[in-house]
């Protein structure tokens, strides 16, 4: 399998300096993310796979590269990555190993909303205080001790997609917190340090303007994993259910005061994009194996097949999905930011639709291109067609609610009604 993976020649940028105006910081972490995903990752991406474990080794390299501490700003120790920066870098992760860029989300995000994102809504003096004052406990964890951090998010309801308050619900003790849920396709379970738990304050009317980002120990009493982790495509994310019963939290546990994580979900809202650097990844991995097919450079499968016009012709398809998506994705990373207008955050949903549906049918394409041998797992196609499969279900942007405020949003503007019929 390393055989057929590897080689020691590092592939192109997906975003070159030149084509795409990126910054040197951009550069140098894509291509530290390029040599990682080559000389490391690829070679046991069907491990994690085969097996449905978590990938433990991938991230022993990214914390010795400091990539867990990658969007910590500057002056807290970390390599200060902004958003746009943490999604190219991401992509390139992508590429050689869906489950560890996707997995390696979901610790970032911990680092990245409480950092750069947190730092640009404006805050009183009194709440950045409180901000800045317990997210470097959480910081320090990360850069002394290696700390993952995961981010259970899914409950089976219409939470995670912003239409009802949490379901897990946290009370104010004398202590700190009191947490008590469930979070489903929990990714990281048994394997984070702590997980990052978006929970519902407990009151008379329960509000989603009142969600808190608590910090809770793996370690922690009443914090149980169960349930069984055999799914189509990502499977060594190892998203088991997670249990909270009568878990208790001290105040500095939170990732965020009281009631930002609401602001910043309501006013940032790319900051829910975050998952679509691994799919454009496995896009361009999917593409970059289907060149290296044709041309004969596959270890093993010499033979030469880029004569042929039909194969040609599919590997055009596959090139123009390849920079449509990279285009439209790019352009709404580059507008990220608090307050977006309109047309920025339609298309924000547009490209989140975009990727995680081209990057399945990039797959299709790759696995027809190549044929019968692109079935087989000792080849990457089938493992990257069942990956990408899995993005356009993945809350709180999936395929179908993008789909569903791209058009009501487009026939309605904020507060608009049909009137009633007499």
């Known amino acids: 399998m390393s055989d057929i993976l590897n080689s020691h020649k590092l592939d192109v940028p997906m975003f070159s300096q030149k084509s795409w105006d990126m910054t040197n910081q951009q550069i140098e972490l894509c291509l530290k993310a390029r040599k990682l995903g080559k000389e490391r990752f690829v070679i ?13 080794e991938n991230y022993q390299d990214l914390k010795q590269e400091g990539f867990l501490g990658m969007c910590i700003p500057i002056e807290e120790g970390g390599l200060g990555a902004d958003f746009k920066t943490y999604m190219l870098t991401a992509a390139e992760i992508g590429r050689y190993c869906g489950t560890t860029a996707l997995t390696f989300n979901m610790h970032i995000c911990s680092c990245l909303w409480t950092g750069d994102l947190a730092d640009s809504l404006g805050l009183s003096d009194s709440v950045k205080s409180e901000l800045h004052r317990d997210r470097s406990l959480h910081y320090r964890r990360i850069l002394e001790e290696g700390a993952v951090y995961s981010q259970p998010f899914s409950e ?74 055999d799914p189509l495509g990502m499977r060594g994310t190892v998203s088991r259910t997670l249990l909270l019963n009568n878990v208790e939290v001290p105040d500095e546990a939170q990732l965020m005061p009281r009631g930002l994580y609401h602001e910043a979900a309501m006013r940032w809202p790319h900051m829910f994009m975050t998952l679509t650097p691994t799919y454009l990844g496995i896009m361009q991995g999917a593409f970059d194996f289907t060149v290296s097919y044709l041309r004969g450079e596959i270890p093993g499968m010499p033979v030469i097949r880029r ?32 307050d977006p207008e309109k047309e920025e955050r339609m298309r924000a949903y547009a490209t989140q639709y975009t990727v995680m549906e081209n990057a399945n049918e ?45 058009g009501k949003e487009s026939l309605y503007e904020t507060g608009e009604r049909d009137k009633t019929t007499p």
């Open 44 to 56: 046991k991406s069907a491990n994690w796979d085969r097996d449905a474990v978590f990938p433990t």
């Open 156 to 229: 089976g309801n219409a939470a995670a997609a912003g239409k009802m308050p949490f379901g897990t619900l946290t009370r104010k003790t004398k202590q700190g917190w009191l947490i008590n849920g469930k979070k489903i396709f929990a990714s990281l379970s048994g394997n984070a340090d702590y997980y990052g738990i978006l929970a519902t304050e407990e009151k008379p009317d329960l509000s989603s303007k009142d969600t808190l980002y608590i910090a809770v120990p793996a370690y922690q009493e009443g914090v149980e994993v169960t349930g069984d982790w």
């Open 307 to 338: 004569m042929h016009s039909v194969k040609q012709q599919s590997l055009a398809q596959m090139r123009i999905m390849l920079e449509q998506t990279k285009s439209i994705w790019f352009q709404a990373v580059s507008e990220a930011g608090v």
């Open 362 to 406: 990039i797959c299709q394409l790759a696995i027809r291109t190549c044929g019968g041998h692109s079935m087989l797992k000792s080849f990457p196609l089938e493992r990257m067609y069942r990956d990408s499969r899995c993005g356009s279900l993945m809350l709180p942007w999936t395929a179908e609610i993008c789909l569903e405020r791209l």
